[in-house]
């Protein structure tokens, strides 16, 4: 079985770019997170999907990333215009409740994120 | 709010040793679940152990066993004979009870790294 996949695994482009950013669950998870941990700091939550349904969204930093999941399957997100404060490596999760609590998160190997 | 500390940035230990990571959480909810993640150096994030806050054993995984007090809200990480491979990025984290919280949000600490010593 495939698991999380994140693409592009680093990308390095200039303040005011854009940035996609695609990441494909583990199929049959219907739970898709987005984190972004910047170096010596935390993973920060960014948002949280169910199916293509944003369950919880309030990790965005700002108007400037937007995250789509159509179709419920993979997601983007997107960054523009990038900013400095932006780099970081940001992971993708999935995971599959199904009614029981506990559930662990299967991440992505990261997409690397750095604006010049 | 809902807070993980990880007050280690880094810790050695010689290897064969059992060295133990620091995991203090902050929630008022009486329901949720605690984890820990490895992060090698190759970047992917791995699923360590699990503990449910109504969990009256500590959990254990091989050679991975955490230390939960719930009283002193601690939660942490035991790894007994380390190993050369267990050097990496530690991350604890937390989830809330979705019932209770509306959200499965989980949280994470900012890390420990563990370096192995020959």
């Known amino acids: 079985e495939a698991g999380v996949t994140q693409f592009p695994s680093h990308s390095v482009i200039e303040k005011g770019q854009t940035v996609t950013l695609r990441c494909d669950p583990i199929s049959g998870h219907d739970n898709l997170y987005w984190y972004r941990r910047v170096m010596g700091k935390e993973i920060k939550f960014l948002l949280h999907?169910?199916?293509?349904?944003?369950?919880?969204e309030s990790g965005m930093p700002n108007n400037r990333f937007l995250a789509e999941r159509t179709g419920g399957t993979y997601s983007t997100l997107k960054v523009q215009p990038a900013e400095l404060e932006d780099s970081g490596v940001y992971f993708c999760?999935?995971?599959?409740?199904?009614?029981?609590?506990?559930?662990?998160?299967?991440f992505g190997e990261g997409s690397r994120l750095t604006v010049l | 709010a809902q807070k993980i500390t990880q007050t280690q940035p880094g810790m050695f230990v010689q290897e064969k040793e059992a060295v133990t990571l620091d995991c203090t959480y902050d929630t008022s909810d009486q329901s949720y679940g605690l984890f820990w993640y490895k992060q090698p150096s190759s970047g992917e994030m791995i699923f360590l152990i699990y503990?449910?806050?109504?969990?009256?054993q500590n959990a254990t995984e091989g050679r991975y066993s955490l230390n939960f007090q719930k009283a002193r809200k601690s939660a942490n990480l035991v790894i007994s004979a380390s190993q050369l491979g267990d050097s990496a990025m530690y991350f604890c984290a937390m989830r809330e009870d979705p019932t209770t919280s509306g959200t499965y949000k989980y949280i994470f600490g900012t890390g420990t790294r563990l370096k192995v010593l020959a």
């Open positions: 503990q449910g806050s109504y969990d009256e």
């Open positions: 999907f169910v199916k293509e349904s944003k369950q919880d």
């Open positions: 999760a999935s995971s599959h409740h199904g009614g029981t609590f506990t559930g662990e998160l299967f």
